[in-house]
């Protein structure tokens, strides 16, 4: 097994509902939660995160592609919003990404384009299986670097 990113992704949280700092390779942000679930909303929620991180592969793969092409198609957008039902006991997860050519893009480009954007990693990532696994441990079995950090500092 080989881990996707060379160093995880840290995070941590202290006594403020529910600040938690978040490191990751180059820096380090807050998330938190909005005021209705109690939070101070000081940065974006798990949901946002999510979102945003469709978003931004659904866009950089296009960009990718666009760019491999030599297609003049300077600028696209893209809204992305879920929503969750239960059916037959098992909770479903939608997850709806709206594109936006800014540019005239032909209808053979329009077609690979969807196609593409379908087919970044991380919607491929959701549409397979996925095994979360919990590894708990204590004081002396956290990194020192973790314990030292106040996680409302930036």
Same mark, same amino acid.
């Given at each position: 097994?080989?881990?996707?990113?060379?160093?995880?992704?840290?995070?941590?949280?202290?006594?403020?509902?529910?600040?938690?700092?978040?490191?990751? #390779?180059?820096?380090?942000?807050?998330?938190? =939660?909005?005021?209705?679930?109690?939070?101070?909303? =000081?940065?974006?929620?798990? !949901?946002?995160? !999510?979102?945003?991180?469709?978003?931004?592969?659904?866009?950089? %793969?296009?960009?990718?592609?666009?760019?491999?092409?030599?297609?003049?198609?300077?600028?696209?957008?893209?809204?992305?919003?879920?929503?969750?039902?239960?059916?037959?006991?098992?909770?479903?997860?939608?997850?709806?990404?709206?594109?936006?050519?800014?540019?005239?893009?032909?209808?053979?480009? #329009?077609?690979?384009?969807?196609?593409?954007?379908?087919?970044?990693?991380?919607?491929?990532?959701? =549409?397979?299986?996925?095994?979360?696994? %919990?590894?708990?441990?204590?004081?002396?079995?956290?990194?020192?670097?973790?314990?030292?950090?106040?996680?409302?500092?930036?």
């Amino acid at each position: 097994m080989q881990y996707k990113m060379a160093n995880p992704v840290k995070g941590t949280i202290g006594e403020i509902k529910y600040r938690c700092r978040i490191e990751w #390779r180059n820096g380090a942000f807050v998330a938190d =939660e909005p005021p209705s679930a109690g939070g101070q909303d =000081e940065g974006p929620d798990p !949901f946002t995160l !999510f979102l945003s991180s469709v978003v931004s592969c659904t866009l950089a %793969t296009l960009r990718m592609y666009i760019d491999r092409k030599g297609w003049n198609i300077p600028n696209i957008a893209m809204n992305a919003n879920m929503y969750q039902v239960t059916r037959n006991g098992q909770l479903v997860t939608h997850v709806d990404k709206d594109l936006y050519f800014l540019s005239p893009v032909s209808a053979e480009q #329009r077609e690979k384009l969807v196609s593409i954007a379908k087919a970044c990693p991380v919607s491929r990532l959701l =549409e397979g299986d996925i095994i979360l696994t %919990t590894l708990v441990g204590e004081g002396a079995d956290v990194a020192p670097e973790m314990l030292a950090r106040n996680p409302i500092d930036s």
